[in-house]
């Protein structure tokens, strides 16, 4: 099984450190870098090609809200994963809005960490329960919806929500990855969101609290 090149970028060196050591010990991850700031690390990105980006948050000089935002626009084609320490909303919003494709705390668990990175990875769309809790105990404006959802667009965006990938959705409703694509595009168009994390995090606030999810 080819292993998942990731890049790391995060200012702490005893703790990116750290974290190469979890990554590098499991046969699924082949880190390709580590950055201590965001211009290194958009040039490692740039350089060296990573499947994965696993990004902090706060960082002197470009933070890592500018950071996912200027890879966003270079189109590299990686997944970024967010893992702060911080419980701030606003940030949590505005990775959501950026592109994230997932949003973790620090304070995880090793093993847990190892999972989450793994199914980023894979295509699932990956958002701490605590973080999930936060914004549904703050809830926004009312959803902005252009036009009713259909059964199967509905399905999907539950779906999306427990953390599935187009892959594991297509199984699901018996359909091909590439008609989950579509359908993603018009949940994306109708809940006027930007990224598969704001899809999800939409069904957390906007549906009833005890709902089913796993990531």
Not at 35 to 42: D, Q, W
Request: glycine share 8%; hydrophobic share 45%; charged share 20%.
């Amino acid at each position: 099984m080819n292993s998942t090149r990731l890049l790391l970028i995060d200012d702490h060196p005893l703790f990116r450190n750290g974290l190469a050591q979890l990554f590098a010990a499991s046969e699924d991850f082949d880190v390709v870098g580590q950055a201590g700031s965001g211009r290194e690390g958009i040039a490692m990105a740039v350089n060296l090609a990573p499947a994965l980006v696993l990004l902090d948050l706060h960082m002197p000089g470009l933070s890592g809200l500018q950071v996912l935002d200027e890879l966003r626009q270079l189109q590299l084609g990686c997944k970024i994963m967010v893992l702060t320490a911080s419980i701030d909303r606003d940030e949590l919003l505005t990775a959501m809005r950026l592109g994230a494709n997932g949003y973790v705390l620090k304070e995880t668990e090793p093993d847990a960490l190892l999972c989450h990175v793994r199914n980023c990875g894979q295509g699932a769309v990956i958002l701490d329960d605590s973080l999930a809790t936060l914004l549904s105990e703050q809830p926004l404006q009312s959803p902005v919806l252009d036009g009713s959802l259909t059964e199967r667009e509905g399905q999907t965006l539950s779906l999306i929500a427990l953390g599935m990938s187009n892959k594991q959705i297509g199984r699901e409703l018996g359909i091909s990855d590439g008609t989950v694509k579509v359908y993603v595009k018009s949940l994306l168009k109708k809940l006027r969101l930007h990224s598969r994390l704001e899809l999800a995090a939409w069904v957390h606030r906007f549906t009833v609290p005890d709902r089913p999810r796993s990531h």
